[in-house]
């Protein structure tokens, strides 16, 4: 769903979404397993700078790989949001300055119009967990055979392994595409 500038300087438009799973593409490590369904408002609080005032709901279950064991887990997230987007070419110009202490909760749009896919988008990433873990018992995988030991017991020694396993994981997370 696409929100014209020319129909939010006559009114407020309202939604009301099911977007299905497939539509909205999210990081490599999230998976949408159920339709998305939003609704809310889209206003234009500031006619002349071009503000707009999002504000809504959603809920959709995503599914996201457990840091320990990597078995992939359904994630609920129900997320009330209120997100306020300004012209992207307001802040052209601005030389060397970019992007240095930029407000979370203010996005930028391009052209006379807003996706609402994209929005949405950059709700559930931002009610996402940067680390998730499928549980506090979560035992991950071993070392020694790498197995899933919360469904396999393997004779394995780990006791000295498995913590510098779990460093070298850290790094990779840190280091990897997500940013
Ligand atoms: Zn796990
Ligand atoms: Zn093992």
Same mark, same amino acid.
């Given at each position: ?7 939010? %300087?006559?009114?407020?438009? &309202?939604?009301?979404? *099911? #977007? ?9 490590? /999230?998976? @949408? ?29 995503? %599914?996201?790989?457990?840091? &320990?064991?990597?078995? *992939? #887990? ?9 997100? /306020?987007? @300004? ?93």
């Amino acid at each position: 769903m696409f929100i014209s500038l020319q129909e939010l %300087e006559l009114r407020t438009v &309202r939604f009301d979404v *099911a #977007v299905p799973a497939g539509e909205i593409e999210y990081d490599y490590q /999230f998976r @949408q397993k159920s339709s998305l369904v939003a609704h809310g408002t889209v206003e234009l609080v500031n006619q002349s700078l071009g503000e707009i005032r999002i504000r809504g709901s959603l809920s959709v279950a995503i %599914e996201v790989a457990c840091d &320990r064991c990597l078995e *992939a #887990v359904e994630f609920p997230v129900a997320k009330n949001f209120e997100l /306020f987007y @300004q012209p992207a070419g307001d802040y052209q110009g601005g030389g060397e300055e970019e992007l240095e202490e930029v407000d979370s909760e203010i996005a930028y749009y391009d052209g006379d119009r807003l996706d609402l896919n994209e929005i949405l988008r950059e709700v559930v990433l931002l009610a996402l967990p940067m680390r998730f873990v499928c549980g506090d018992d979560c035992k991950g995988i071993c070392p020694g055979c790498g197995k899933n030991r919360n469904q396999h017991v393997c004779d394995c020694q780990t006791e000295a392994g498995d913590d510098r396993w779990s460093k070298l994981r850290e790094i990779r997370v840190a280091s990897g595409p997500r940013g």
